[in-house]
């Protein structure tokens, strides 16, 4: 079984598989170095990178991600403020502070190998990190894959089974359901049951009410920042100018789309903040990391509901079960399935968990899950410049709106479904093998080539 505290990390922008997944490869790189007493007999470090690692890269910044890694830094803990001003000291010093305890040359136009044509067998995002001594012998070479919502898979271990004992375990959504039914629980009854297996009850509210405390100050963050976003697309800002207009006491906006507008500028707050590479959730993924936050914040600010800690615990709770469900079942990797995998992901986690926190029935939440994923399959990845920004941060608002609408339709409607959450699960990842290569953020086509040319 995973953790949802897998599935929502605390990490930084712009992504969590070209981002954050990279840092920490290059990160467990040097602490198996340390591990083996070899880290101070490293002379030179190459890195080759390929498939849609070594094509969008440049503009998902996973090249500095991996030179912070093998610094030490985590995306949990990284300061987003400092690690790009420390990224830009280590190319022109050409120098790298391995795990901060040993200084090489490192030349990233040189030691940085981008593979634009090659993929490696396992996952489109792969990259190999090499170690040599003074003698340009080989001390350690080791392949890692980044395989989606920040999750590292190591060469060799493709297979290894994380077996981790719990009261519940499920694959599909059929078995969530039967544990349910048999044993009279709510969807967030067996996520907490689960996590009790690694967590006490009191750090796992605490982890879950952090969480949610670090989405709203992003999404503050962002709301109260203006400017253009770093990257040769020149973006400005939108979600403090729509905020402010949604705001101003003399806003000619029409009443009936005023939550619309507060909710896309929630989305747009985080997606721009991510986009920048500042501190986000992971949820599942962080192209995506703007479509919960928003839709919370919604429940939040706009909802005659008054929202208590445990609403937003079983929010999040819910919203972790149907992200373990796709991780499991299908995926969560754009460079696997295209966007269906991120935003099409987010916005099925969203609508049943905002269905939970209504306190809708497990079939009205499965109902939500599905009918969101059912209008995101086909979902294209196609970032323009490889920036995680068109057609990125507008589509975490669109998921999110789809979210909300998910949910209603599911409440007013009650539970009743044709098609079951493993039924789309199947579709999108079916989908997903279907899309052509290009599709699949590699940025070789649509936005990426039309938009580009333009
Ligand atoms: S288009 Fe979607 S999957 Fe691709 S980088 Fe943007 S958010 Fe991620």
Known sequence: MISIFDIFSISIGPSSSHTAGPMRAAFAFCQELLEQHKLTSIHKI???????????????????????????EEPATVDPENSKSRVKQIENLKKLNLLKQHTIDFAPDEDLHWH???TLPFHTNGLRFTALNQNAQIILTQVYYSVGGGFIVKEGDEAAQKNLPVPYPFTTAKDLWQICNEHNLKIKDVIFANELSWHTENEIRDKLLNIAAIMESTIKKGLATDGILEGQLKLKRRAKALYDKVNAPDNTLPPCTKIMDIINAYALATAEENSVGGRVITAPTNGAAGVIPAVLEYYKTCTNVKVTDDNIIDFLLTAGAIAILYKTNASISGAEVGCQGEVGVACSMAAGAL???FGGTNKQIEKAAEIAMEHNLGLTCDPIFGLVQIPCIERNAMGAIKAVNAANLALIEGGEHRITLDDIMLTMLQTGKDMQARYKETSLGGLAITAAEC
Request: aromatic share 6%; hydrophobic share 40%.
């Open 355 to 357: 269905v939970a926190a």
């Open 116 to 118: 634009l044509n090659e």
């Open 46 to 72: 190459t890195i080759d990178l390929y498939g849609s690692l070594a094509l969008t890269g440049r503009g998902h910044k996973t090249d500095g991600a991996i030179f912070l890694g093998l610094e030490g």
